[in-house]
């Protein structure tokens, strides 16, 4: 018994690595050993692609239709979009998405249903016969066969030995040797019986296992069918999906523009406006100064020159976006924003930075960085307006606009806190930066370093705004937007020369001259006062008011004593200034003496 299972196992330690076995190799030709080859890693490949491919099914396999449809994620999905449709107006946008949305939901639930169901059907099923049925089948006659051959080796070798026996008993002959020999005959008589039974099933088990392999050589392109009808019914699936998809978007979002044809909802809200270059912009709107860049400045112009950090504090998201949309829009509707300075000047830095090319171009980045190392003032400056010069044409109109504005803001510097210095240094980067490039560390240190020059640039453009940019400048050069003042143009003529006129009428003799008391001086003051000067940086505000407040002197000096000589007083003084003034400040003038001060004025 021992010796049996010890030349099996000797066997099975000759079995070759891809499953030959020297009792069926025997039997088969060069093309059916590379069949039997196959058989073991079909099998397992066939086994673990079925069991990987049944994980992936999302309904209750084996169930109809309507039962696996109740189990999909998806069909939950549109469940719950249909009760949470039932809580909205079905007349509300929302509403309407939500009731498309769950009908398409409902569809592709049923699409995927039919997808698995077909997958079952022509994929796992076969998968499933293969590699619990078929193989499993032939593998099960191999071994049978290698059985039966092992068995009858063992059989051939005790027949051998029981011949050589025999052989040598009949030699020796005689008395108890004649009853052994007899024996030994006999043995070897019923071991050549058992042999030749053996060796029949032997032959008939090979019959069997030589028919597998060959229909299995036969079947294998229809087993590899298999996978390709896999990726087929994906395909499938996947299109029917899409097309359903393509369909219920195309209607859900027809239906939602006309619910909501609001600027949001559009493919591109700031077409035309941010993000395009410009002279595209230009074009396109027919302008010389950017729609964003001359709406900014007067809505500022009009409400925000003396909000401290101004350009500095950040405004809230929704803000900037609704009124950069509007401003694409509609921008006759920007009324509303006017009370929100931060939100404006965030759109105005917004608008500069998204232009694809800064607005002191690419191409003059080294020459302004050249003149930012200059030390010499005369030099510094004669090499800026040099660079200037060579602007294209919108580029140098915007930013003389821009300049201008932003001298005009730094005079309110005592208010605002907003310096050249530092509104150089919140917008520098917003009006020039360095080509893009790829380098290491210390490419990037330049860049550092060439930010602080643009600063220094800009705060020199700033603080010499009219001796580069000379010439008065209308900031409403559109007239698309309402004018908010006198403030809205910048000479380069000096404060004191801005006055002549109302200086001296003011020293001219008034029909009923009398002082003015303390209280008549500060109102004076305040009303006559505030008239803006030149935007130059250099220029004191305190010397452009020196003219007024003179006026407002000489006119309380003459007048009469008495409540009712300050009365008169003060009228008279108001006609006078009244008079002479130009047209734009008498405008404003007006408008804020007999709108916020029409009790103290009865005479007028």
């Not at 001086?521 to 003179?550: F, L, Q």
Request: proline share 6%; with cysteine; glycine share 6%.
């Amino acid at each position: 018994m021992m010796k049996r299972q010890l030349h099996r196992m000797r066997q099975l330690a000759q079995t070759g690595s891809l499953g030959r076995t020297p009792e069926t190799a025997e039997f088969l030709g060069e093309d059916l050993q590379q069949v039997e080859q196959r058989l073991e890693p079909a099998k397992r490949a066939a086994h673990n692609v079925h069991k990987r491919l049944q994980a992936c099914l999302q309904g209750q396999s084996g169930a109809d239709m309507d039962k696996r449809v109740k189990k999909l994620p998806l069909m939950a999905l549109s469940t719950t979009m249909a009760e949470s449709f039932k809580e909205l107006d079905p007349d509300s946008s929302m509403g309407k998405a939500l009731e498309m949305s769950c009908a398409i939901q409902n569809q592709l639930a049923r699409i995927l249903a039919e997808f698995e169901m077909t997958l079952e059907r022509d994929v796992l099923q076969p998968l499933s016969r293969l590699s619990e049925e078929d193989l499993p089948a032939i593998l099960k006659h191999k071994k049978s066969l290698q059985k039966l051959v092992s068995d009858w080796n063992t059989l051939k070798s005790r027949l051998t030995q029981a011949a050589k026996n025999s052989g040598c008993g009949q030699g020796l002959g005689g008395g108890a040797g004649g009853y052994s020999h007899t024996a030994t005959a006999t043995k070897v008589e019923t071991l050549k019986e058992e042999e030749e039974e053996l060796k029949r099933k032997v032959e008939q088990c090979k019959d069997e296992y030589l028919a597998d392999l060959y229909h299995f050589a036969t079947k294998e392109d229809t087993y590899a069918n298999y996978f390709i009808h896999l990726m087929e019914i994906q395909a499938d699936y996947h299109r029917k999906s899409l097309s359903s998809l393509d369909t219920a978007l195309a209607e859900l979002r027809e239906n939602h523009s006309q619910a909501d044809p609001s600027p949001s909802m559009t493919a591109a809200p700031f077409f035309g406006v941010y993000g395009v270059s410009l002279a595209t912009h230009l074009q396109d709107l027919g302008r010389d100064i950017a729609l964003p860049i001359e709406a900014c400045v007067m809505m500022l112009l009009s409400e925000g020159m003396k909000e401290e950090g101004l350009f500095r504090l950040a405004a809230g998201a929704s803000v900037l976006k609704r009124l950069k949309q509007t401003m694409a829009s509609d921008p006759c509707s920007l009324q509303e924003f006017c009370s929100d300075p931060h939100a404006v000047a965030g759109a105005l830095k917004s608008y500069l930075r998204e232009l694809p090319e800064p607005l002191m171009t690419f191409d003059l980045y080294d020459d302004w960085m050249r003149a930012a190392s200059l030390k010499e003032p005369g030099a510094r400056l004669e090499a800026l307006q040099q660079v200037c010069s060579r602007l294209p044409q919108e580029n140098l109109s915007n930013l003389r606009y821009l300049m201008k504005f932003l001298a005009r803001l730094a005079e309110e510097q005592e208010v605002n806190k907003m310096t050249p210095s530092n509104i150089a240094i919140v917008l520098g980067p917003n009006l020039l930066w360095p080509p893009e490039k790829e380098g290491d560390q210390a490419q990037l240190d330049a860049a550092s370093v060439s930010s602080i020059q643009v600063v220094g640039v800009v705060e020199a453009l700033i603080q010499n705004a009219d001796t580069l940019f000379p010439g008065d400048i209308n900031f409403n050069v559109s007239g698309l937007f309402s004018a908010p003042g006198p403030q809205d143009k910048v000479s380069n003529r000096p404060a004191a020369e801005e006055l002549p006129a109302i200086a001296v009428a003011a020293s001219a003799p008034a029909p009923a001259p009398a002082p003015a008391s303390a209280a008549t001086k500060e109102r004076a003051e305040s009303e006559v006062s505030p008239r803006p000067g030149s935007p130059k940086v250099s220029g004191s505000p305190s010397e452009a008011a020196t003219p007024a407040e003179d006026m407002a002197r000489r006119s309380k000096l003459a007048g009469p004593r008495g409540a009712a000589g300050r009365k008169e007083g003060l009228a008279c003084s108001y006609r006078t200034v009244i008079f002479l003034l130009p047209t734009d400040c008498f405008v404003r003038l007006v408008n804020k003496l007999f709108w916020t001060k029409l009790e103290q004025l009865p005479q007028l």
